[in-house]
Protein backbone atom coordinates (compact mmCIF):
# COMPACT_ATOMS: atom_id res chain seq x y z
CA UNK A 1 0.00 0.00 0.00
CA UNK A 2 2.86 2.45 0.97
CA UNK A 3 4.09 2.18 -2.85
CA UNK A 4 1.00 2.39 -4.30
CA UNK A 5 0.42 5.66 -2.20
CA UNK A 6 3.66 7.03 -3.13
CA UNK A 7 3.47 6.34 -6.67
CA UNK A 8 -0.20 7.78 -6.28
CA UNK A 9 1.59 11.55 -4.60
CA UNK A 10 4.41 11.48 -7.04
CA UNK A 11 2.22 11.43 -10.14
CA UNK A 12 -0.19 13.19 -8.82
CA UNK A 13 1.20 16.38 -7.08
CA UNK A 14 4.42 16.85 -8.98
CA UNK A 15 3.80 14.98 -12.35
CA UNK A 16 6.97 12.26 -11.85
CA UNK A 17 7.58 8.98 -11.48
CA UNK A 18 10.14 7.37 -9.06
CA UNK A 19 12.69 4.79 -9.64
CA UNK A 20 12.37 1.29 -8.65
CA UNK A 21 14.37 1.72 -5.30
CA UNK A 22 11.51 4.02 -4.15
CA UNK A 23 10.36 0.79 -2.58
CA UNK A 24 12.40 0.99 -0.18
CA UNK A 25 10.75 4.53 1.06
CA UNK A 26 8.29 2.57 3.16
CA UNK A 27 11.20 0.83 4.85
CA UNK A 28 13.04 3.44 5.07
CA UNK A 29 10.24 5.43 7.18
CA UNK A 30 9.68 2.90 9.20
CA UNK A 31 13.29 2.55 10.27
CA UNK A 32 13.56 6.44 10.88
CA UNK A 33 10.30 6.61 12.91
CA UNK A 34 11.35 4.16 15.41
CA UNK A 35 14.62 5.34 15.46
CA UNK A 36 13.79 9.29 16.50
CA UNK A 37 11.55 7.17 19.32
CA UNK A 38 14.13 5.02 20.39
CA UNK A 39 16.14 8.53 20.71
CA UNK A 40 12.84 10.66 22.21
CA UNK A 41 12.64 7.89 24.92
CA UNK A 42 16.02 6.67 25.63
CA UNK A 43 17.15 8.53 28.70
CA UNK A 44 21.27 8.40 27.38
CA UNK A 45 21.10 10.37 23.62
CA UNK A 46 24.61 9.65 21.62
CA UNK A 47 24.83 12.41 19.68
CA UNK A 48 23.69 11.87 15.90
CA UNK A 49 26.67 12.62 14.37
CA UNK A 50 28.48 9.52 15.91
CA UNK A 51 29.19 6.85 13.46
CA UNK A 52 26.90 4.21 15.26
CA UNK A 53 25.19 1.54 12.91
CA UNK A 54 22.07 3.10 13.58
CA UNK A 55 23.06 6.68 13.45
CA UNK A 56 24.45 5.60 9.79
CA UNK A 57 21.87 3.65 8.75
CA UNK A 58 19.86 7.18 9.68
CA UNK A 59 22.18 9.14 7.88
CA UNK A 60 21.11 6.61 4.79
CA UNK A 61 17.74 6.39 5.17
CA UNK A 62 17.73 10.48 5.36
CA UNK A 63 19.76 10.55 2.52
CA UNK A 64 17.12 8.00 0.20
CA UNK A 65 13.90 10.10 0.89
CA UNK A 66 15.90 13.48 0.46
CA UNK A 67 17.60 12.32 -2.69
CA UNK A 68 14.15 11.55 -4.40
CA UNK A 69 13.16 14.66 -3.77
CA UNK A 70 15.71 16.56 -4.45
CA UNK A 71 15.45 14.51 -8.00
CA UNK A 72 11.60 15.51 -8.31
CA UNK A 73 12.75 18.83 -7.93
CA UNK A 74 15.73 19.18 -10.12
CA UNK A 75 13.87 17.05 -12.90
CA UNK A 76 11.35 20.05 -13.27
CA UNK A 77 14.14 22.59 -12.45
CA UNK A 78 15.29 21.55 -15.49
CA UNK A 79 12.28 21.63 -17.67
CA UNK A 80 12.25 25.19 -17.24
CA UNK A 81 9.54 27.83 -17.97
CA UNK A 82 7.95 25.92 -21.18
CA UNK A 83 6.55 23.55 -19.38
CA UNK A 84 3.58 24.34 -17.63
CA UNK A 85 2.61 22.11 -15.70
CA UNK A 86 -0.61 21.82 -13.47
CA UNK A 87 0.32 20.39 -10.11
CA UNK A 88 0.88 21.24 -6.38
CA UNK A 89 4.88 21.75 -7.19
CA UNK A 90 4.43 24.26 -10.20
CA UNK A 91 2.09 25.96 -6.76
CA UNK A 92 5.10 25.87 -5.17
CA UNK A 93 7.56 26.98 -7.42
CA UNK A 94 5.41 29.88 -8.85
CA UNK A 95 4.41 31.06 -5.21
CA UNK A 96 5.91 34.40 -4.14
CA UNK A 97 5.88 36.54 -1.10
CA UNK A 98 4.37 39.98 -0.81
CA UNK A 99 7.82 41.28 -1.42
CA UNK A 100 8.11 39.45 -4.75
CA UNK A 101 10.61 37.13 -3.44
CA UNK A 102 10.26 33.01 -4.45
CA UNK A 103 11.23 30.31 -1.95
CA UNK A 104 14.28 29.25 -1.30
CA UNK A 105 15.67 26.02 -2.67
CA UNK A 106 15.89 24.86 1.17
CA UNK A 107 12.37 26.27 1.69
CA UNK A 108 10.97 23.94 -1.80
CA UNK A 109 12.46 21.49 -0.84
CA UNK A 110 11.03 21.35 2.66
CA UNK A 111 7.45 21.89 1.26
CA UNK A 112 8.11 19.26 -1.17
CA UNK A 113 9.03 17.23 1.81
CA UNK A 114 6.31 17.36 3.64
CA UNK A 115 3.92 16.62 0.92
CA UNK A 116 6.15 13.55 -0.63
CA UNK A 117 5.53 12.47 2.90
CA UNK A 118 2.13 13.68 4.41
CA UNK A 119 1.04 12.95 1.24
CA UNK A 120 1.57 9.32 1.17
CA UNK A 121 2.14 7.90 4.37
CA UNK A 122 -1.17 8.65 6.40
CA UNK A 123 -3.31 6.92 3.34
CA UNK A 124 -1.01 3.92 3.00
CA UNK A 125 -1.47 3.02 6.52
CA UNK A 126 -5.55 3.88 6.19
CA UNK A 127 -5.59 1.49 3.05
CA UNK A 128 -3.37 -1.33 5.11
CA UNK A 129 -6.29 -1.03 8.22
CA UNK A 130 -8.79 -1.22 5.73
CA UNK A 131 -7.97 -4.91 4.19
CA UNK A 132 -7.22 -5.93 7.73
CA UNK A 133 -10.83 -5.08 9.17
CA UNK A 134 -12.59 -5.90 6.12
CA UNK A 135 -10.20 -9.04 6.49
CA UNK A 136 -11.97 -9.50 10.36
CA UNK A 137 -15.40 -8.76 9.46
CA UNK A 138 -16.66 -10.76 6.48
CA UNK A 139 -20.27 -9.66 6.50
CA UNK A 140 -18.97 -5.88 6.44
CA UNK A 141 -17.00 -7.34 3.19
CA UNK A 142 -19.80 -8.56 1.68
CA UNK A 143 -21.95 -6.02 1.88
CA UNK A 144 -18.99 -3.49 0.82
CA UNK A 145 -18.68 -5.76 -2.04
CA UNK A 146 -22.34 -5.97 -2.90
CA UNK A 147 -22.51 -2.26 -2.85
CA UNK A 148 -19.76 -2.27 -5.37
CA UNK A 149 -20.88 -4.26 -7.69
CA UNK A 150 -24.66 -2.50 -7.83
CA UNK A 151 -23.63 0.70 -8.69
CA UNK A 152 -19.83 0.22 -10.25
CA UNK A 153 -20.78 -2.92 -12.12
CA UNK A 154 -17.17 -3.65 -12.39
CA UNK A 155 -16.14 -0.22 -14.15
CA UNK A 156 -13.74 2.10 -11.65
CA UNK A 157 -14.90 4.49 -9.62
CA UNK A 158 -14.84 8.21 -10.49
CA UNK A 159 -15.60 11.40 -8.32
CA UNK A 160 -19.42 11.86 -8.96
CA UNK A 161 -19.97 7.74 -7.63
CA UNK A 162 -19.01 8.46 -3.98
CA UNK A 163 -22.26 9.87 -3.26
CA UNK A 164 -23.94 6.94 -4.64
CA UNK A 165 -21.50 4.31 -2.45
CA UNK A 166 -22.60 5.36 1.23
CA UNK A 167 -21.52 2.09 2.26
CA UNK A 168 -17.97 2.41 1.30
CA UNK A 169 -18.10 5.89 2.70
CA UNK A 170 -19.59 4.09 5.92
CA UNK A 171 -15.92 1.83 5.93
CA UNK A 172 -13.63 4.23 5.54
CA UNK A 173 -15.27 6.41 8.52
CA UNK A 174 -15.27 3.50 10.85
CA UNK A 175 -11.14 2.01 9.80
CA UNK A 176 -10.18 5.87 10.22
CA UNK A 177 -12.25 5.85 13.85
CA UNK A 178 -10.70 2.98 14.85
CA UNK A 179 -6.84 2.96 13.26
CA UNK A 180 -6.47 6.51 12.92
CA UNK A 181 -3.09 6.74 10.79
CA UNK A 182 -2.76 10.12 12.92
CA UNK A 183 -3.45 8.94 16.27
CA UNK A 184 -2.26 11.54 18.25
CA UNK A 185 -1.88 15.39 18.18
CA UNK A 186 0.17 18.12 19.81
CA UNK A 187 -0.03 21.98 20.71
CA UNK A 188 1.99 24.53 22.85
CA UNK A 189 -0.09 27.22 24.98
CA UNK A 190 1.16 30.24 24.10
CA UNK A 191 -0.19 32.02 27.23
CA UNK A 192 -2.03 30.78 30.02
CA UNK A 193 -5.20 29.05 29.41
CA UNK A 194 -7.80 26.98 30.99
CA UNK A 195 -9.56 24.13 29.88
CA UNK A 196 -12.25 21.61 31.67
CA UNK A 197 -11.27 23.31 34.61
CA UNK A 198 -7.69 22.87 34.52
CA UNK A 199 -5.37 25.79 34.36
CA UNK A 200 -2.38 25.27 31.69
CA UNK A 201 0.86 27.75 32.34
CA UNK A 202 2.36 29.29 28.89
CA UNK A 203 4.56 26.68 26.67
CA UNK A 204 3.06 23.67 27.99
CA UNK A 205 2.45 20.99 25.85
CA UNK A 206 -1.19 19.26 25.54
CA UNK A 207 -1.38 15.99 24.09
CA UNK A 208 -4.46 14.70 22.84
CA UNK A 209 -5.05 11.59 20.76
CA UNK A 210 -7.57 10.26 18.40
CA UNK A 211 -7.11 6.52 19.50
CA UNK A 212 -8.75 7.68 22.68
CA UNK A 213 -11.05 9.91 21.77
CA UNK A 214 -12.15 7.64 18.91
CA UNK A 215 -13.22 4.86 21.22
CA UNK A 216 -14.76 6.53 24.05
CA UNK A 217 -17.88 4.92 24.93
CA UNK A 218 -19.48 8.38 25.63
CA UNK A 219 -19.43 8.82 22.10
CA UNK A 220 -19.62 5.14 19.96
CA UNK A 221 -21.31 2.11 21.10
CA UNK A 222 -19.72 -0.82 21.60
CA UNK A 223 -16.54 1.04 20.64
CA UNK A 224 -13.93 -1.44 19.78
CA UNK A 225 -16.18 -3.49 17.49
CA UNK A 226 -15.48 -2.64 13.67
CA UNK A 227 -19.04 -1.33 12.59
CA UNK A 228 -19.58 0.71 9.38
CA UNK A 229 -23.31 0.49 10.26
CA UNK A 230 -22.88 3.24 12.83
CA UNK A 231 -22.06 5.61 10.31
CA UNK A 232 -25.50 5.25 8.27
CA UNK A 233 -27.79 7.04 10.20
CA UNK A 234 -26.37 10.31 10.47
CA UNK A 235 -23.91 10.05 13.59
CA UNK A 236 -20.85 11.85 11.88
CA UNK A 237 -23.65 15.14 12.33
CA UNK A 238 -24.60 14.04 15.93
CA UNK A 239 -21.05 13.83 17.19
CA UNK A 240 -19.66 16.90 19.29
CA UNK A 241 -17.04 18.18 18.45
CA UNK A 242 -13.31 16.56 19.13
CA UNK A 243 -15.15 13.31 19.39
CA UNK A 244 -13.76 12.24 15.97
CA UNK A 245 -11.39 14.09 14.30
CA UNK A 246 -8.82 11.73 11.73
CA UNK A 247 -8.15 14.99 10.12
CA UNK A 248 -7.30 17.26 13.03
CA UNK A 249 -9.39 20.51 13.93
CA UNK A 250 -8.87 24.08 13.29
CA UNK A 251 -6.61 26.32 11.16
CA UNK A 252 -4.12 23.83 10.60
CA UNK A 253 -7.07 20.41 9.71
CA UNK A 254 -5.33 18.25 7.02
CA UNK A 255 -5.46 20.05 3.63
CA UNK A 256 -5.17 16.77 1.88
CA UNK A 257 -8.41 15.51 3.27
CA UNK A 258 -10.30 15.46 0.00
CA UNK A 259 -7.93 13.83 -2.10
CA UNK A 260 -6.89 11.31 0.78
CA UNK A 261 -10.40 10.11 0.95
CA UNK A 262 -11.13 9.68 -2.80
CA UNK A 263 -7.93 8.32 -3.17
CA UNK A 264 -8.73 5.80 -0.40
CA UNK A 265 -12.06 5.36 -2.06
CA UNK A 266 -10.85 4.36 -5.58
CA UNK A 267 -8.74 2.22 -4.48
CA UNK A 268 -10.68 0.03 -2.27
CA UNK A 269 -13.31 0.49 -5.26
CA UNK A 270 -10.86 -0.67 -7.63
CA UNK A 271 -9.57 -3.83 -5.18
CA UNK A 272 -11.93 -4.70 -3.69
CA UNK A 273 -14.30 -5.51 -6.63
CA UNK A 274 -11.71 -7.75 -8.31
CA UNK A 275 -10.14 -9.58 -4.77
CA UNK A 276 -11.04 -10.77 -1.09
CA UNK A 277 -8.05 -9.61 1.58
CA UNK A 278 -7.25 -12.86 3.74
CA UNK A 279 -5.13 -12.72 6.70
CA UNK A 280 -2.56 -14.80 6.51
CA UNK A 281 -3.34 -17.21 9.16
CA UNK A 282 -1.36 -16.83 12.66
CA UNK A 283 0.42 -13.61 11.58
CA UNK A 284 0.07 -11.24 14.56
CA UNK A 285 -1.21 -8.06 13.50
CA UNK A 286 -0.46 -5.31 16.37
CA UNK A 287 -0.68 -2.16 16.30
CA UNK A 288 2.62 0.02 16.57
CA UNK A 289 2.24 3.70 17.31
CA UNK A 290 4.85 5.25 15.91
CA UNK A 291 4.53 9.03 14.15
CA UNK A 292 1.65 7.54 12.55
CA UNK A 293 -0.35 4.07 13.51
CA UNK A 294 1.79 1.57 11.57
CA UNK A 295 1.40 -2.50 12.50
CA UNK A 296 4.34 -4.05 14.17
CA UNK A 297 4.72 -6.67 12.03
CA UNK A 298 2.56 -5.53 8.88
CA UNK A 299 -0.26 -7.22 7.70
CA UNK A 300 0.76 -10.51 5.66
CA UNK A 301 -2.32 -11.05 3.37
CA UNK A 302 -3.37 -13.50 0.23
CA UNK A 303 -5.44 -11.84 -2.51
CA UNK A 304 -7.90 -14.45 -3.64
CA UNK A 305 -9.75 -13.37 -7.37
CA UNK A 306 -13.80 -12.90 -6.85
CA UNK A 307 -15.42 -14.18 -10.11
C1 LIG B 1 -5.86 9.27 5.56
C2 LIG B 1 -5.00 10.20 5.21
C3 LIG B 1 -4.61 11.38 6.07
C4 LIG B 1 -4.77 11.59 7.42
C5 LIG B 1 -5.39 10.66 8.46
C6 LIG B 1 -4.21 12.90 7.70
C7 LIG B 1 -4.20 13.50 8.96
C8 LIG B 1 -3.76 14.78 9.22
C9 LIG B 1 -3.88 15.45 10.49
C10 LIG B 1 -4.50 14.87 11.76
C11 LIG B 1 -3.33 16.69 10.35
C12 LIG B 1 -3.26 17.79 11.42
C13 LIG B 1 -1.98 17.71 12.21
C14 LIG B 1 -1.95 18.75 13.30
O1 LIG B 1 -2.79 19.66 13.32
O2 LIG B 1 -1.08 18.66 14.18
C15 LIG B 1 -2.84 16.80 9.00
C16 LIG B 1 -2.18 17.89 8.48
C17 LIG B 1 -1.66 17.96 7.20
N1 LIG B 1 -1.86 17.05 6.18
FE1 LIG B 1 -2.86 15.29 6.34
N2 LIG B 1 -3.71 13.43 6.54
C18 LIG B 1 -3.94 12.55 5.52
C19 LIG B 1 -3.61 12.72 4.19
C20 LIG B 1 -2.92 13.79 3.67
C21 LIG B 1 -2.57 13.95 2.28
C22 LIG B 1 -2.94 12.99 1.15
C23 LIG B 1 -1.86 15.13 2.19
C24 LIG B 1 -1.26 15.82 0.98
C25 LIG B 1 -1.69 15.67 -0.24
C26 LIG B 1 -1.76 15.70 3.52
C27 LIG B 1 -1.10 16.87 3.84
C28 LIG B 1 -1.17 17.48 5.07
C29 LIG B 1 -0.49 18.74 5.38
C30 LIG B 1 0.37 19.55 4.43
C31 LIG B 1 -0.82 19.05 6.71
C32 LIG B 1 -0.36 20.27 7.51
C33 LIG B 1 -1.43 21.35 7.39
C34 LIG B 1 -1.09 22.59 8.19
O3 LIG B 1 -0.33 22.49 9.18
O4 LIG B 1 -1.60 23.65 7.86
N3 LIG B 1 -2.43 14.86 4.38
N4 LIG B 1 -3.13 15.63 8.31
Known amino acids: MTALTLDIAVRTLFSSTLPGEARQVGQAMTFLMRYSLRRQRSPFRIPERWPTPQNRRANRELE ?26 AL ?3 VMDEDGTHMTPQQLHDEAMTLFIAGHETTAQMLAWTWFALSQNPAADARLHQE ?86 GLANRLPPGAYFPFGAGPRRCIGEGFALLEAATVIATL ?4 RF ?13 VTLRQRHGIRMTLHARN
Open 92 to 94: LMA
Open 148 to 233: LSDVLGGRPLDATDLPKLPYLQAVMSEVLRLYPPAYIMARETVETCELGGYVFAPDTTIIFSQWVMHRDPRYYDDPDAFRPERWLD
Open 278 to 290: NLVPGHPVIAEPL
Open 64 to 89: LIDSLVYRIISERRAEGNSNHRNDLL
Open 272 to 275: AQRF
